[in-house]
């Protein structure tokens, strides 16, 4: 079991009688789930036109004499702070809402491996006395399973002023590094290295396979296009891992870590096109992804669904025209890096929406 604490995310505080309200109205999930307290949420702020400003965890805050009073810590990527406080307070108008940057006040860790999902369980006693409390059994009071890949473990919020780590001893200290790539490996999108603020959308972010959409839910900024994408049921790009190899090299059957490559990757949004020719060099006149981040020879990647590779039983990529696509390899631009895309093996058979 591994735990970091993530210096990348920062926090906002919204609190008073009109959060739930003000918040239900600004993200992509239901606020109605932690109205009263319990496990956060993830979710996105989306622009009028449906693109992403800053995906999201709500967190409430489970604790003080005033609780349940509604406040809530919203974490973000750290450079999105000051910008999110700006997005609330201009849909601020009258709403009886608080908004502080909180990130000197707390920060955000991860615990992730065998058992850490364990960790948020209630232990339920087969007998409890007539009239007895149930006891909490749950190492912090802010947070809750990440629920966007089973193996993503815990997240959750401890003041700054905390001194003991309430952690088991088998839960190891590793540096943030660590779980950037375990969410790699995993597929999981996070920031705005990976998602690209007022470009990215909902469905293409794969908020729907991560549980950071409520399709049900009532009106929301952004919402008419994310409900038109998902019901017209085309999606033809999502974030997806890549492995870096180079020019003249075999490409990867598989994803797989390797913490001896060194090689300067781009930066994020940098574009990735489809090699024609190898000689001379020739790349397709159309892009078809944008690189969002990496470490050692693995990232994310925004592509076409048709230029990732699918898990064993996934019934696309089967076609010689799709077969052809496929053997393509993919360059990002203004560098001598080619990658090869995988879907992650939770996905569904054949990936949700897919074309």
């Known amino acids: 079991m591994q735990h970091a604490q993530l210096a990348s995310r920062g926090l906002v505080a919204v609190a008073g009688a009109d959060a739930v ?58 450079r999105a702070v000051d910008p999110l406080m700006a997005h609330l307070r201009k849909f601020k108008l009258r ?47 802010i947070g809750g399973k990440d629920p966007r890949h089973p193996d993503m473990g815990v997240r959750f919020v401890l003041p700054n002023s905390s001194t003991v780590s309430p952690l088991p001893a088998s839960a190891v200290q590793v540096p943030e590094s660590q779980f950037l790539i375990h969410r790699l490996l995993n597929g999981i999108p996070e920031g705005m290295d990976d998602i690209f603020m007022n470009q990215s959308l909902p469905l293409e972010s794969n908020f729907d396979l991560m549980d950071g959409v409520d399709f049900r839910k009532g009106c929301y900024l952004g919402q008419e296009l994310t409900i038109r994408t998902f019901h017209t049921g085309v999606t ?33 949004t940098t574009e990735i096109r489809a090699v024609e020719s190898e000689s001379p060099l020739t790349l397709s006149k159309r892009e078809v992804g944008k690189f969002c981040r990496g470490v050692h020879n693995i990232g994310l990647a925004l592509l076409r669904l048709e ?49």
């Not at 974030?239 to 994020?268: A, C, K, M, N």
């Open 307 to 355: 230029h990732v590779h699918h898990h064993p039983g996934a019934s696309v990529g089967t076609t010689p025209e799709q077969q052809h696509v496929l053997e393509k390899p993919l360059a990002l631009v203004g560098t001598d890096l080619r990658i090869r895309a995988f879907a992650p093996a939770w996905w569904p058979a054949p990936p949700a929406e897919s074309v």
């Open 236 to 268: 033809r790009k999502r974030i997806v891992p890549v492995q870096f190899y180079r020019e003249g090299q075999e490409p990867p059957t598989h994803l797989s870590l390797d913490t001896t490559w060194e090689s300067p990757l781009p930066p994020s």
């Open 95 to 141: 709403a009886k809402v608080s908004i502080d940057n909180a990130s000197d006040s707390y920060s955000v860790h991860q615990v992730w491996g065998s058992n850490s999902a364990s960790l948020w369980a209630r232990s339920l006693p087969t007998h409890l006395p007539q009239g007895a409390v149930l006891a909490k059994h749950r190492f912090a009071d």
């Open 21 to 78: 309200r003000f918040l239900q109205g600004l993200v992509t999930n239901q606020m109605s789930r932690v109205e009263r307290g319990g496990e956060g949420v993830y979710a996105g702020f989306l622009t009028a036109p449906g693109r992403i400003l800053f995906d999201a965890f709500i967190h409430p805050v489970n604790k003080g004499p005033d609780f349940p009073r509604p406040e809530f810590l919203v974490d973000v990527d750290a």
